[in-house]
């Protein structure tokens, strides 16, 4: 078995420079979900723009220029699952959650519960990768992990 760690070198093959951008999150109100990512993450909105009957954006962590979330909104969509404990969303295929990194799990998701924010069990340690997790979902259905590294 190849082991996974080793960078491959940038001009050993076309994708080898890719790194993350963004995750698209679609949702059916747009103006609601741009508000709730402002006003319960903090994020800020980079960019807007239509296309056809829809209305797109990127927003952005508070901190961090590197990564966005780009909310697509209005238009038909169709209703995502909504999980209420972590262990019965394990089961289904496809996407599962997005995970962002924080200094204190416990912190953020105490601000998060203060905000309204719908919180998915409670944090723990999962001492096999070092990391304490939580995590939450949009009122779409849409679910997050948070992690913070720990000794």
């Known amino acids: 078995m190849p082991d996974s760690n080793l960078r491959q070198d940038s001009a050993a093959t076309p994708i080898a420079s890719l790194k993350g951008h963004h995750i698209a999150i679609r949702v059916p109100d747009y103006e609601a979900a741009k508000s709730w990512y402002v006003e319960k993450l903090g994020f800020r909105v980079i960019q807007e723009?239509?296309?056809g009957d829809l209305h797109l954006a990127y927003v952005a962590p508070p901190h961090d220029d590197s990564f966005y979330f780009e909310i697509i909104g209005d238009g038909e969509v169709n209703d995502a699952p909504i999980y209420h404990d972590i262990n019965?969303?394990?089961?289904?295929?496809g996407h599962h959650h997005l995970c962002m990194t924080v200094n204190d799990v416990d912190e953020a998701i105490a601000y998060l519960d203060s905000k309204g924010v719908t919180i998915i069990g409670v944090p723990f340690n999962l001492e096999a990768i070092?990391?304490?997790l939580a995590f939450f979902t949009d009122p779409w259905g849409n679910l997050f992990e948070l992690a913070q590294v720990i000794d």
Do not use: E, Q, T
Request: charged content about 25%.
């Open 49 to 51: 723009w239509p296309f």
């Open 88 to 93: 019965s969303s394990m089961y289904k295929a």
């Open 130 to 132: 070092h990391r304490r």
